[in-house]
């Protein structure tokens, strides 16, 4: 009797595969579904837009982020077919021999992983978008099933530089998207920034973990001082002195352990507090060496295609014909762009290469306001540097938080937030939140340009601490353009950075700029707000990737924003 259950089995089986087979709205339950991979990580849900897709007829234009992520989803082929949906489901049963369906795959191995061109006889012009895929392996040669591993990716020669942007598809397969902008034999170069369990274990551990960072605080009087330990809590510390800031940081406060006989309102000065971090974080690295090491941290990929031969085009019509101008909320490109050397030519909206004059004309009458950290800094004194005013009687720096220059030429304010990370101590509430300056603004003349870029100290707080602040900075903007609508207002994205020791590629790890990045496109897109995205300019840039990028990258980044200011025709 047991044969003729089976056959009972078999019938409804093969019943059931029919109707999933012509009835796409019908979702079988559990393992029996079909397998759609989700794109998950990093650019998997970016706009494409059309002006840029002429060579790339495989994609669509979508208005939205969450409609490409569902164009995504939908258009992969599923792997079942009525065949092997049967013969799977009959394996289930016990008519064929019986198969592991929770087989244990390891952790990605580069020797084993592959990385090839998507169509390899295809001859690639200059002009055009080619594609690698990658398959992540394990030590065994197991195809993993899972996503989630981070990869930089780019393309190089002694003529161009450009980043690829990678999809995720959840299933331990990759695609890579390059733009070809020069003609020659070209290196593929793909990087394991980090397996997807240390990108677990970072997001899910590292990014949620109160005090990564602590201050030093001294507190003094005239013939008292005391230094205690500070720290940002979003619980209510008992014993401490408590500063709060809700219309930056919301209901999280700053918190210092109160000394014995001093005021809290008698502290002076801050200073982080590195050696703390670096043996909490020492500690980590010694714990998780196999997440972190060399042997799968920041190693590039090798085997499988790693150049490419791109030709000059037929038709040498201009790469840059049909790109549009800058402007708020643009659509994100299969490609940002490329360098030629220390030109960044941008495929995203139309740039140039600005001349003093230019700038003149561009912010004549306008106010300049910066705000954020060093990397900002680099801005201020890159536009002094163009401007050729860096040492005028009209540039001064009030402090180490606020340059300044106006003039008739120029009119620019930079400042700094406060609660920084760094090795010198800095006096307390030395710097200014954003909505300290910009609700405090003259506003019977608009006449302002505002840009805002609080990133690289962030990496250390937590995530809900980030996501507070971010927030809280999107209603500071919104107010400020409620008052003055037409005034640009403009974000600048982190983008990857230096790490001297093992310790930092965990708690400032460059997943966390990259998610940063993220949460900068999800808060602030839709908003009528300039997001200037320098992260795949500065990742393919021809030199050692540091938090402070070299001149020549800050004056690239200078012109995308001066373009978003008066939009080249």
């Not at 580069?110 to 895929?133: A, E, H, S, W």
């Not at 940002?232 to 352990?257: E, H, M």
């Not at 307390?428 to 302002?448: A, F, H, M, Q, V």
Request: proline residues 5%.
């Amino acid at each position: 009797m047991a044969w003729k259950s089976k056959i009972v089995v078999v019938s409804i089986i093969c019943w059931f595969a029919l109707i999933v087979q012509y009835n796409t709205n019908f979702i079988l339950p559990g393992h029996l579904s079909y397998i759609i991979p989700k794109p998950k990580h990093y650019n998997s849900n970016r706009i494409i837009s059309e002006s840029t897709l002429k060579n790339y007829s495989a994609m669509e234009v979508y208005t939205n982020r969450s409609e490409f992520k569902h164009a995504v989803l939908t258009t992969i082929k599923p792997r079942s077919t009525i065949r092997n949906l049967i013969v799977g489901l009959t394996k289930n049963v016990g008519l064929t021999e019986n198969v592991s369906l929770t087989e244990k795959v390891g952790m990605i191995d580069l020797i084993k992983t592959t990385m090839q061109l998507k169509n390899p006889n295809r001859t690639v012009k200059v002009g055009d978008y080619f594609n690698v895929t990658i398959e992540a392996r394990d030590r065994n040669g197991r195809h993993r099933k899972k996503g989630g591993d981070f990869f930089f990716a780019s393309i190089k020669s002694n003529k161009g530089n450009a980043a690829g942007k990678v999809t995720d598809f959840n299933n331990g397969t990759y695609e890579i998207v390059f733009f070809a902008g020069w003609p020659g034999i070209i290196s593929i170069v793909v990087v394991l920034v980090h397996p997807s369990e240390a990108v677990d274990y970072i997001e899910q551990e590292v990014w949620p973990m109160k005090e990564r960072i602590v201050w030093q605080g001294r507190f003094q009087t005239t013939n008292v001082s005391q230094i205690t330990t500070c720290r940002f809590r979003d619980d209510v510390l008992l014993n401490s002195c408590n500063y709060s800031y809700p219309l930056a940081i919301g209901k999280t406060a700053f918190y210092c352990d109160k000394p014995d006989q001093i005021p809290c309102d008698k502290l002076v000065n801050l200073k982080s507090d590195g050696d703390y971090v670096n043996k909490k974080f020492s500690k980590f690295y010694n714990s998780h060496q196999t997440l972190f090491n060399g042997d799968v941290a920041y190693r590039p990929l090798t085997n499988g295609t790693t150049s490419v031969n791109i030709s000059l085009a037929d038709n040498q019509t201009s790469l840059f014909a049909n790109i549009p101008e800058c402007k708020a909320d643009l659509p994100i490109p299969p490609s940002d762009g490329f360098w030629t050397g220390d030109k960044w030519n941008s495929l995203k909206c139309k740039t140039k290469q600005w001349t003093k004059p230019e700038i003149i004309e561009c912010i004549k009458g306008k106010r300049i306001i910066l705000m954020g950290d060093s990397t900002t800094r680099q801005w201020t004194e890159g536009l002094l540097k163009i401007m050729k005013v860096s040492t005028n009687e009209n540039t001064s720096r009030p402090s180490v938080k606020h340059y300044l220059h106006h003039s008739d030429i120029m009119n620019l304010d930079f400042y700094f937030h406060p609660y920084t990370i760094g090795k010198a101590g800095m006096p307390y509430r030395l710097g200014k939140w954003e909505y300290e300056i910009l609700d405090n603004l003259n506003y019977t003349s608009c006449n302002y340009v505002i840009m805002a870029s609080p990133w690289a100290h962030y990496s250390q707080w937590t995530k809900n601490n980030v996501l507070k602040r971010l927030q809280l900075l999107r209603e500071t903007l919104l107010r400020f353009k409620k008052r003055c609508p037409n005034a640009p207002v403009l974000m600048k994205t982190p983008h990857p950075r230096e790490h001297k020791n093992q310790a930092t590629r965990i708690y400032m790890s460059d997943l966390l700029l990259y998610d940063i990045h993220e949460l900068y496109f999800n808060i602030f897109s839709g908003l009528g707000i300039h997001i200037i995205d320098i992260w795949d300019m500065n990742l393919s840039y021809p030199r050692t990737n540091n938090v402070h990028m070299p001149m020549p990258v800050i004056y690239q980044e200078l012109f995308m924003m001066f373009s978003h200011i008066c939009p080249v025709t």
